[in-house]
């Protein structure tokens, strides 16, 4: 499966952005997808998921700003961004995810893409 990221811009702090996933090649309703994000200089980290009963993580940090959803019909799942801090500057990626043994998510496609760059001023 591969998915483009896209949405991405430059916003002051507070602002709000809506990043979109798609995939052109199958059908996400039977897949689980994350949202993944990397700054200059750090490691990429798991933002928010999506699995494919319904169910949703999100990384302590944007719990209660960004909102994950999906549109199965469109093959696009969403990544709704409010209250954006200059800490959020990144690129953003998306993937699709397997479980692992401690029951975290992983990436499961070595293919990223170009993600979309998001930028917050202060």
């Known amino acids: 499966v591969q998915l483009q990221a896209s949405g991405g811009g430059l916003v002051q702090t507070g602002g709000s952005l809506r990043l979109s996933c798609v995939s052109s090649?199958?059908?996400?309703?039977?897949?689980?997808i994350g949202w993944f994000r990397q700054a200059p200089g750090k490691e990429r980290e798991l933002v928010a998921a999506?699995?494919?009963?319904?169910?949703?993580d999100y990384k302590r940090s944007v719990k209660g700003r960004f909102t994950i959803s999906r549109d199965n019909a469109k093959n696009t799942v969403y990544l709704e961004m409010d209250s954006l801090e200059p800490d959020d500057t990144a690129a953003y990626y998306c993937?699709?995810?397997?479980?692992?043994?401690?029951?975290?998510?992983?990436?499961?496609?070595?293919?990223w893409g170009q993600g979309t760059q998001v930028t917050v001023s202060s």
């Open positions: 999506s699995g494919s009963g319904g169910n949703t």
């Open positions: 993937n699709t995810l397997r479980v692992g043994w401690g029951g975290n998510w992983i990436p499961v496609s070595d293919y």
């Open positions: 090649l199958s059908t996400i309703s039977s897949a689980d």
